[in-house]
């Protein structure tokens, strides 16, 4: 995919303010979508539902299906049936809305690699008419897991985890009520992964709905709330997180093996 952070912070500029959304309970919806590339036929009857304060992983093996579910809650796939929805707008009828309560996290952050990490989220607020002065926006880096000392460095030399969290606290400062993330934890040491897990639990505090496309079944295990499997386009299973174990980790797995397969 080529969008990021800030396709969706500029094309949000032109809304005005972000009124209460209109979905009802779900703020990511799919309902019996098919979608794909001119006749060619990707997603099957696909039905998604994430409501507030809930992270959900996608998983499935390549061209599965997962980049073109993203691209359907970002307005750059049109479903040829079903129905899409963002906080209740339409991401193709309704594109500036539906962005405006969206945050898109690709697998690797594009930022301004010549301003620092506070400069880059002024400058996207600014873009996005939501800037509120840098005490918001320090608050925002903190509570995304950035330490102080960084907030004036250029993130020309920031890591992959580090670019994360500016991007997390671009989200944090839109408020947006949603969040898509494209494989997140691939290229991420153990450490880096379990830091950033526990940043998407600062988000499901917040109450974001937070989607999140990953072939990390250890890091989904570890953070999501509901796992789906996707393969050929269709969403074969779902599974909740139960209890103090959350998930069978070794039942997902043999079940992401044999998909694959
Ligand atoms: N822009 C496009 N035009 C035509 N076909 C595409 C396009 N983007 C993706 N596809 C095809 O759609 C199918 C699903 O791709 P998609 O990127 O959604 O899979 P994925 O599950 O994200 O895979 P991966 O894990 O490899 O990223 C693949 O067969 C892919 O080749």
Not at 98 to 121: D, G, K, M, Q
Not at 142 to 151: E, I, K, M, N
Not at 174 to 203: K, W
């Amino acid at each position: 995919m080529n969008a990021d952070t800030g396709n969706a912070v500029t094309a949000s500029a032109v809304d005005g303010g972000v009124e209460a959304g209109k979905g009802a309970g779900n703020v990511l919806e799919a309902s019996s979508v098919e979608a794909g590339y001119g006749e060619r036929s990707i997603l099957r009857q696909l039905d998604l539902r994430i409501g507030p304060g809930e992270i959900y992983a996608l998983l499935g093996g390549n061209g599965a299906g997962k980049t073109t579910t993203l691209s359907l809650f970002l307005g750059f796939v049109e479903p040829t049936a079903g129905r899409v929805r963002v906080d209740g707008f339409d991401p193709v009828a309704q594109p500036v809305q539906a962005r405006r309560r969206l945050a898109y996290i690709p697998e690797n952050v594009a930022l301004y690699e010549h301003l620092s990490a506070r400069e880059n989220v002024a400058y996207l607020l600014d873009l996005a008419g939501q800037y509120e002065g840098d005490e918001a926006i320090d608050r925002a880096l903190a509570a995304a897991g950035l330490q102080g000392s960084a907030f004036d460095r250029r993130v020309g030399g920031f890591s992959k985890g580090m670019r994360q969290k500016v991007a997390i606290a671009l989200a944090l400062a839109r408020s947006v009520p949603a969040l898509l993330l494209d494989e997140p934890t691939s290229g991420l040491d153990p450490q880096a992964t379990s830091e950033f897990n526990r940043l998407l639990d600062v988000l499901r505090d917040r109450g974001i709905a937070v989607l999140m496309v990953t072939h990390d079944l250890l890091s989904a295990a570890d953070v999501a709330d509901r796992i789906g499997f996707l393969d050929g386009g269709r969403l074969l299973e779902e599974v909740a997180a139960d209890g103090e174990d959350r998930f069978n980790v070794r039942a997902l797995h043999r079940r992401y093996a044999e998909q694959a397969a």
